[in-house]
């Protein structure tokens, strides 16, 4: 007797699950508060496996010379997905290099990656740490293929999302699949996206409201860590000398740049170079464009959830936000009445805010962090 009820009841029961699947998908795809859609990449299309495999990818040790270094040992989700509070990256042996490293969280919504923007992709972003001699120190990615045609688990993956196996697999798929699943690693929906977007007015606190308005007028920090009507990125994907790193270096720059562009080094050997080389490095973006006008230049980074990312700037040499903007403050300089480099680039210059004004700032950029890493911030303080 109870057969065509039950009946009628599972199968009500499978259409509300696959109603609730649906809508569960529908809302994975809506970016954060805040943020836009997650731009699509020709050619390299999501969907769960690749996710699945690039996450695979990214925490395996075995990708380096040591078996020690994965991706996430300088992208940890633990701490933000960087090294956290490491001033330059470790790699093999604990060698260290340049640079500090850049959260992956909303990495993919930059123009470039690196702190130079060398690399045009996270798809190519993912192939040169593999082979960079600080860091996996690699000869070359031919250990990787080896592993992921030959290792059961991979070869499954790599046939269920790519249809190839054997040498088929090369090194355009294992960095296809890293590059979705760091497409994955978006947050928003902060105490500021809430305030801004959604209109909570009690979202942020009288003195993250107060540095709202330092950051809109007398810091003049939006300039760069751009704020739009229906979204914020908190960059311009743009490439600035504000004076870190290069006012050290400044008078050597002439030489330094006829030595560099009579080297004409590879991307491979710049690679290496502006990680191995400590005044390369400074020479910033002139590295990727050969352009005077981009020395010492840095890429914009985001905001978001910096008050989790310490230490600061592309060398990690400022520890604290209030370094940050006290730098900014003094017009690019760490310590008032230090020289200026003469390639600052335009706006940099002193601010005049008071020691009120500078907290508030503080305050208002550690109003970014998103929930999923508000524990971080509480554990800072």
Not at 8 to 20: N, R
Not at 27 to 42: E, M, N, Y
Not at 181 to 186: D, G
Not at 223 to 240: G, M
């Amino acid at each position: 007797m109870n057969t065509k009820p039950m009946g009628w009841f599972a199968a009500a029961s499978l259409l509300f699950a696959a109603a609730d699947l649906c809508a569960a998908q529908k809302a994975a795809k809506r970016p954060p508060l805040g943020l836009p859609p997650v731009p699509t990449v020709a050619g390299n299309p999501q969907t769960p496996e690749k996710i699945a495999l690039g996450k695979k990818l990214f925490e395996d040790k075995r990708f380096s010379s040591t078996g020690e270094v994965s991706c996430s040992k300088c992208h940890d989700p633990a701490k933000a997905f960087t090294d956290s509070p490491l001033k330059t990256s470790e790699g093999i042996r604990k060698l260290t290099g340049t640079r500090n490293a850049p959260t992956v969280i909303n990495a993919a919504y930059f123009e470039t990656q690196f702190w130079d923007g060398r690399s045009p992709s996270l798809e190519d972003q993912a192939l040169h740490p593999f082979v960079n001699p600080v860091e996996h120190g690699l000869k070359d990615h031919e250990s990787i293929l080896k592993i992921v045609r030959e290792d059961p688990d991979y070869a499954r993956a790599f046939q269920q999302v790519f249809g190839k196996s054997g040498k088929e697999i090369t090194m355009a798929e294992v960095t296809k699949a890293i590059a979705a699943f760091e497409r994955t690693i978006v947050a928003g929906n902060s105490p500021f996206d809430r305030y801004y977007f959604k209109g909570e007015e009690n979202a942020l606190t009288p003195a993250q409201k107060r540095g709202f308005q330092v950051f809109l007028n007398e810091g003049r920090c939006v300039s760069c860590h751009v704020i739009e009507q229906t979204q914020a990125l908190f960059t311009d994907n743009r490439f600035h000398n504000i004076g870190v790193g290069f006012n050290a270096i400044q008078h050597e720059a002439p030489a330094l740049v006829s030595e560099f562009i009579r080297a004409k080094a590879t991307a491979s050997e710049v690679d290496v170079k502006v990680l191995t080389d400590k005044r390369t490095s400074e020479l910033g973006r002139l590295v990727v464009t050969k352009r005077f006008d981009d020395i010492g230049a840095f890429k914009t980074p985001t905001l978001r959830n910096v008050a989790v990312t310490a230490p600061y700037m592309h060398d990690g040499s400022l520890q604290t936000l209030r370094d940050v903007v006290v730098h900014y403050n003094n017009g690019g300089v760490t310590k008032e009445g230090d020289p200026v480099n003469d390639f600052l680039s335009g706006g940099i210059r002193p601010l005049r805010l008071t020691e009120q004004q500078i907290d508030d700032l503080v305050a208002f950029m550690e109003a970014l962090t998103s929930p999923e890493f508000a524990h971080l911030q509480k554990a800072s303080k």
